[in-house]
């Protein structure tokens, strides 16, 4: 029986808005100046990527390396999960060894949450099935506030396959806790309409909301996970809710373009998209290793001043 259970992020809702305000200005600092190097001296983190990932792995792995802890990279496909060792016992095997943060990526919705039940650390949610990606919202709303300076009243619009979309819907409980005034758009299959009752405002209809919105966060079609009833056709797909140079025309000049990546050129996006002066994908990645380096700060020293 663990006593005193250490502290994870699992998904965006741990956090109160104080600390999201927290994470933020304290992200900002390290973007600012460095962070000291010894913030997580000798502190072994593994990361352990069931998922493909490009920018959240190497982000933590940087983010972990900048603030000095020992940085483990691990592939699962070679762990003993394989040989029918439970989470329990890896959890166990893992703090035996020493580990004291685990990033993790599954494609399993709670994978992250069952393994922190187990795991007398810290875990962090790297992605898990469709669930949650806090880290990503975080990073998010860190590029909103670089460029808006307040959250309070903001109109973004979420477009694309939300039904598949751990980001979009990290971000609809991250955004609507601050303020943000949430619009998803997208089809019907993509985008039932039960996710009204999460706060947003649900919308058809790509060309009329974008002249309204302050941001437009564009999602990848989820290939991987989606099957032919749910996309009958691309072609209609992208008629309906790409982001192209028509559209481009009707979003306001002040206004940003934002992606969580990976994108898919010619899909929910045109290459304009990417060349547009209001396009934010750089900035948003870039946030991310300010914010992967707060988390780890906060999960393992708790709160100080930014
Ligand atoms: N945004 C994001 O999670 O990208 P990766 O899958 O490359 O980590």
Do not use: C, W
């Not at 999460?198 to 966060?217: K, N, S, T, W």
């Not at 700060?297 to 930014?306: F, I, K, M």
């Amino acid at each position: 029986m663990r006593t005193v259970v250490p502290r994870s992020l699992l998904d965006i809702d741990d956090l109160s808005r104080d600390e999201i305000f927290h994470l933020l200005d304290r992200a900002e600092s390290f973007k600012a100046t460095a962070p000291p190097r010894d913030l997580l001296a000798g502190i072994p983190v593994l990361n352990l990527f069931f998922e493909a990932s490009t920018r959240t792995a190497t982000s933590f792995t940087l983010a972990e390396q900048r603030v000095g802890a020992d940085v483990i990279s691990f592939a699962p496909g070679t762990s003993s999960l394989g040989k029918g060792e439970t989470i329990s016992d890896t959890a166990i095997t893992l703090r035996g060894i020493g580990v004291r943060v685990i990033v993790v990526r599954h494609p399993e919705s709670g994978f992250p949450r069952r393994l922190a039940e187990a795991f007398d650390g810290h875990v962090i949610n790297a992605g898990d099935g469709p669930r949650a990606h806090p880290t990503q919202a975080l990073l998010d709303l860190m590029t909103l506030r670089n460029e808006f300076g307040r959250f309070d009243g903001l109109r973004v619009a979420i477009v694309g396959d939300i039904l598949h979309s751990r980001v979009a819907r990290s971000n609809i409980v991250g955004m609507t806790q601050l303020g943000i005034d949430v619009t998803l758009v997208g089809p019907p299959t993509l985008l039932p309409d039960a996710f009204a009752a999460q706060g947003v405002r649900i919308e058809r209809d790509f060309g009329a909301v974008l002249p309204l919105v302050d941001a437009v966060m564009m999602l990848r079609i989820q290939r991987e996970r989606i099957t032919s009833s749910l996309l009958p056709s691309l072609d209609d797909y992208t008629r309906n809710y790409q982001l192209d140079r028509r559209r481009l025309d009707t979003l306001r000049a002040d206004a940003v373009i934002l992606h969580p990546g990976p994108y898919n050129r010619g899909v929910e996006l045109t290459d304009d998209v990417l060349d547009d002066p209001r396009s934010r994908y750089v900035a948003q990645v870039g946030n991310g290793v300010f914010v992967r380096m707060a988390v780890l700060d906060l999960l393992v020293n708790g709160a100080r001043a930014a």
